[in-house]
C-alpha cells in the first residue's frame, strides 16, 4: 500500500505544511490497522507551494521544488523557519508587486522526521513524489540508511 502523505495543504487551498509529521504519523497509524507494516510504503513530497497571503479562495498556488524554495528565501533574503510541530521549513517574503508570499516545502530535516517514522513504524519503504521538481543534493545522502523508491 502507498500512502500517499502529502498536499494536506495544497495549491488550492492555505498556506501551510505539505506534509505535516502530526498528519503524516496518524495516517501511518490507521493504515497499520488493517496492513501489514511491511506492505506499506511511505509516499512523501520533493516539492512545496509558493502561496500568496492573505488566503483568497480560487487562487493557485504554484509547485516550487525544495531547491528554488532555498534560491527564493535566498533571492530575498527571508530566513528559512522551522517548524517544531510540523518537522517542516517554511519562509515569508515580500516580491516586487508587494505582495506577500509564505512557502511551505521539504528539507533534509523534515524528510529525515519521515525516514525515521518508516524505521520505527517497521515499514517496507519511502517513495518520493514529484520529481521533475528536483530535490537538493543532501537528501540522496539519506539514501544508505533507507530504501528510497521512485515512482
Known sequence: MFIMAYDWHHAGSEAGP???ITE???SIEFALHTVPSKKIILGVPLYGYNWIIPYNPGRIAPGISNQDAIETA???QSPVQYSEEYQSPY???MDEQGQTHEVWFEDVRSMSAKMQLVRSYNLQSIGAWQLS???APGVWLLRKFFTIRKF
Do not use: C, I, W
Open 18 to 20: 505539505v506534509a505535516p
Open 24 to 26: 503524516v504519523r496518524k
Open 91 to 93: 519562509f515569508r517574503y
Open 74 to 76: 535566498m533571492r530575498y
Open 133 to 135: 521538481l528536483g530535490f
